[in-house]
């Protein structure tokens, strides 16, 4: 990574870089191709059948997924229920999450600070653009506010961004609850239906089929896409939570014009022993 | 929204309007939407069927319906399994409950206090007839009560409130475990019977399908009414509840005659980026 | 309601009354209607059946109803499990627990104390036989405790109290869980003893009917008695537990010697707005 | 009981008796009388059937009873797996845990304290033998151990003692797990087994009651047994706490040299108000 | 163990020997034995029908094995989905966790300091290389850290610790919970395939035990592997932490320059009765 060349500055002594390494988007692997393998692994067992075509039921397909899309909205304001797009489009692509690298760019900044002074730190706001929760924690060093007053208004803004995100990935474990109880739902359906009309005993097995299809459409759907999906969201906000609780210790720090030196022993411990920094120790 | 211009006061320097902008009451679309879509499903999917006269039966109705209210009434008292009534009407009908407009207000209730003193806003008073707690609070402060114990007796009555939802959340939720289960207790009588009487091979179909529609109607009631409309209850009590805190921090604000600049950076911790205000900044 | 009366005289400014209004027992209504209807829904539809006498079988009933009461013994003490039956008499037939009238009691003793001094209670400590809780927080108010000491040794009774209640609870509650599991187990041998016999075709229905009861009999118990009663239990002691917070916070206010207004405004934090008391405010 | 003679003599002024009345081991009737009715109650009902050897079908015992040591095993280490043991012979002959006697005791000894001085408990030291917990309180309160640190050290190994036990009890939470999914392996297997060979119909029914047979047997083992079990001995373990922490409180108030009086009103909030002890007041 | 003699030397009062006792890794017995012998049984099990070759179906091994791992991989990064390797790899070879060992092991630090000052244990500090956490801890103290910061350090590096072999173990959990999902979705699978083509009555019984094998791949591989694993894997961090704090502990004393006595008195309310240290005492 390029970023090594930069920040081999603070501990050769060398002037601190003013570039600050940029995060962008990435893409999930992990997610897109664990949800391809499994539909893959679905359909290829289909397919070894010699039925597939009763696999497809459209009445069923609607109750599942329309029933649980109706009846998860009865939880959420529509406004919680639309905020899952953006919410799963920021799984599907989300930011970089690199915990080292949020603390290099947190001791890359106090490096700043510590060698021109906080002000300085001033010029660099604008590359930090990327970072909004960064940026905010950084002007709040340079105007000045006290350190204790920097956490007090982090932490809340952590707890409430936290809390925003734990809401929209409620709407998708609710979702995971649902489809499997609107799968029951239309089994039994078909299940009376079947029963009522027991004159023919062949038409008994394709019935059976049919109704056990909603019960296979909302196992696929909660256990295969909602459960795992919400889950991937929680961790993803558990890891967002650590990079915005590093970088308000860095802006306090900062704030308190401590050595940078007591801001890489702090960060260490937050990272695993393979990759503890080590610029000045 | 004819707010924005009420609230440009503040930032052009005007004196500011001592119009506080009203909340009522509006529909929760998602809810009503939610629920005729689910069950407009149900009922699509059972007309399609050849048998919708099977999907009726009146003990099965009775026994799920009058049963789960029946058990669900030994664990609370009479007066809280009516408190659900109202409680029903008022998450189908919620007040506004809009964090930033809250935000707005309790700023503009700041802007008074700053410009025209603390008393000034026994004038307001009256306009917050709609918000019976922003008008408790504010009182407190106009009536010179030190700030910690405006905080103290707010937050206790801010968990009082909360509680109380929560006892009557907890009727619904208590019925949404209770349903199924009588669908059970339901479906064993039918089965039983059907057992007992296996003379009539021709006979074991439909019983079966009877014996079913406990366990149908326990599940509709339970995961598509029941449950979802609990979980909305939780939801709004947490909305509330946000809306409360917001409250009382500008109350305590307004009595510790802080700069209403010092409120807005509060406030907007608790907003999402997109809704923040910014009046003073 | 005569209390009204009384409770003129600290608003008018009349000498307070010392008659302190007494609470007594009083039948839980809830509970007993609410099992009434649920079991006479039950008798209905089995009575709609052709087969009464199928429902009854006396060895099903023995596992279930001594099974139940063997399992959940081990897991107690005899006399824990002997404590449910006084618990289960004060459910039925519980003291008279009305918030609003242990805040109006609490009100008037802090009034008589203000008036009279903290000395003058010790003459209304004898009307308070029935409210031993009460009667020992105001005795030791009346003893000269230090306020502190008050509220440490009534949080811990309140406690200790409070866990006395939850483990009476776990009993009902614990029975409430091994009643389906008899009932399952139950199942099991009535299947296995069908299926080992299968010599006769007609007799699998009744015999698997019979095999069924053991399961129904433990769903009955289970989901329409123990559990909602339990429920019912929980709910109680948070009530009780409440008034013995009022109580608590009462006699700390009269050790305090603080104005009555004082403890109006902290009662009525607590109390729903349409119930809140007004003798001084 | 002959303690009552004891403990007059504090009440009464008198010298107290330097005799601490020992605690011993008892029987958990409760807890043998409940099994074995349990199983009796299982056991008439197997043979009220015509097929009891149907019952027994050792490949079924060893799967769920081998098979539930063996994954239970997985779990922990072979020194937790065998803690086992001793902790079931405690479970049914505990030591006499009387809350009350423990508060005598208590008592007692700061009585001892009160009137020779904290050094004349040295020579009761011996007599504490049996209450390893007790004796070394005590002798940190003889030592003239600084109260503060007293509470600090008994508060730690209080919280060691429950964690073991809680690690003992795991090993029978988890077993009680495992022991009804191992019966479902063994159910599936026979399910496969039978339905592979469809050959003979009438094998179908003893092969599937075969099936059962290890369902069966992984319900009795975890309901009726294992379940029950470990709530007993979570339940004997909250006991055993309290009972350590009224011996902690005694010796802080001891080592505090407070008059015993206090520590009676500090050890009746913790008992039922039908226990209370009422030497001093 | 040779280490007694070592250690002998403290209460003798000879000089403290340096040689630390080293831990290194050994095999997890329970673990291994237990999976080994379940397996066994089941194999056992299978082998005593007539149609082992009935258990063995690819495509079914396929959707559990490899969808498990598929879903399972979408709720993880793949890092975090490859560092179960590593643990479990850790969990078969754990390092030597001996409590006591640690606590002697620690207290041999603190009478090294005591006799030859802090400072002699820096050439102590390479014999630690295989204790990680303990070598930082002793290296803090060494170089002179203030004891509340060691703490302070030394707790959110345990915090850290944990938490990261927290999300390894729910890579295990999860999969734990996918698995039976998978096994219902592939039974699901073959149901409706056996279900749309009922024309030969004879291939309903091979078929339905085809469909029969996810679901009892999926109960092996989740109750009988990933769920008791990764409760060994809890437990093993319960352990690790355990050890990390008597380390943290000793750290902050020696730091502290405090008699080694007072250490051992500490460390021994953390050990079990049988194997308390009693060098001092």
């Given at each position: 990574m390029a970023d090594g060349a930069e920040y081999a500055a603070p501990r050769a002594g060398a002037?601190?870089?003013?570039?600050?390494?940029?995060?962008?988007?990435?893409?999930?692997?992990?997610?897109?191709?664990?949800?391809?393998?499994?539909?893959?692994?679905?359909?290829?067992?289909?397919?070894?059948?010699?039925?597939?075509?009763?696999?497809?039921?459209?009445?069923?397909?609607?109750?599942?997924?329309?029933?649980?899309?109706?009846?998860?909205?009865?939880?959420?304001?529509?406004?919680?229920?639309?905020?899952?797009?953006?919410?799963?489009?920021?799984?599907?692509?989300?930011?970089?999450?690199?915990?080292?690298?949020?603390?290099?760019?947190?001791?890359?900044?106090?490096?700043?600070?510590?060698?021109?002074?906080?002000?300085?730190?001033?010029?660099?706001?604008?590359?930090?653009?990327?970072?909004?929760f960064l940026q905010r924690a950084i002007a709040m060093a340079v105007d000045g506010t006290p350190p204790e007053k920097i956490e007090s208004v982090l932490v809340t803004e952590i707890e409430a961004t936290s809390e925003r995100m734990t809401r929209s990935a409620n709407v998708l474990r609710r979702a995971a609850e649902v489809a499997p109880a609107m799968g029951l739902i239309g089994t039994l359906i078909g299940l009376v239906q079947m029963l009522a009309n027991l004159k023919d005993p062949n038409a008994i097995g394709p019935a059976m089929a049919v109704a056990l299809l909603t019960t296979f459409y909302g196992a696929v759907l909660a256990y295969m896409v909602l459960a795992p999906v919400a889950a991937k969201v929680d961790r993803n906000a558990a890891d967002e939570r650590q990079i915005q609780q590093i970088y308000m210790v860095a802006a306090s720090s900062i704030a308190r014009q401590e050595n940078p030196r007591q801001l890489e022993t702090l960060l260490n411990t937050v990272l695993p022993p393979s990759q503890r920094l080590d610029y000045y120790s």
């Amino acid at each position: 990574m390029a970023d090594g060349a930069e920040y081999a500055a603070p501990r050769a002594g060398a002037a601190a870089s003013y570039e600050i390494p940029s995060s962008g988007t990435t893409v999930d692997g992990a997610l897109l191709v664990g949800l391809l393998m499994a539909f893959a692994l679905i359909g290829v067992a289909i397919s070894l059948g010699e039925s597939v075509r009763s696999f497809v039921d459209y009445p069923s397909v609607l109750i599942v997924l329309l029933g649980s899309f109706a009846v998860t909205m009865v939880s959420f304001s529509i406004g919680e229920v639309f905020s899952v797009v953006p919410l799963l489009l920021r799984t599907m692509f989300p930011p970089v999450r690199d915990t080292r690298r949020a603390c290099e760019r947190a001791l890359s900044l106090a490096e700043i600070a510590r060698r021109n002074g906080v002000l300085a730190l001033d010029h660099v706001l604008p590359q930090l653009a990327r970072e909004v929760f960064l940026q905010r924690a950084i002007a709040m060093a340079v105007d000045g506010t006290p350190p204790e007053k920097i956490e007090s208004v982090l932490v809340t803004e952590i707890e409430a961004t936290s809390e925003r995100m734990t809401r929209s990935a409620n709407v998708l474990r609710r979702a995971a609850e649902v489809a499997p109880a609107m799968g029951l739902i239309g089994t039994l359906i078909g299940l009376v239906q079947m029963l009522a009309n027991l004159k023919d005993p062949n038409a008994i097995g394709p019935a059976m089929a049919v109704a056990l299809l909603t019960t296979f459409y909302g196992a696929v759907l909660a256990y295969m896409v909602l459960a795992p999906v919400a889950a991937k969201v929680d961790r993803n906000a558990a890891d967002e939570r650590q990079i915005q609780q590093i970088y308000m210790v860095a802006a306090s720090s900062i704030a308190r014009q401590e050595n940078p030196r007591q801001l890489e022993t702090l960060l260490n411990t937050v990272l695993p022993p393979s990759q503890r920094l080590d610029y000045y120790s």
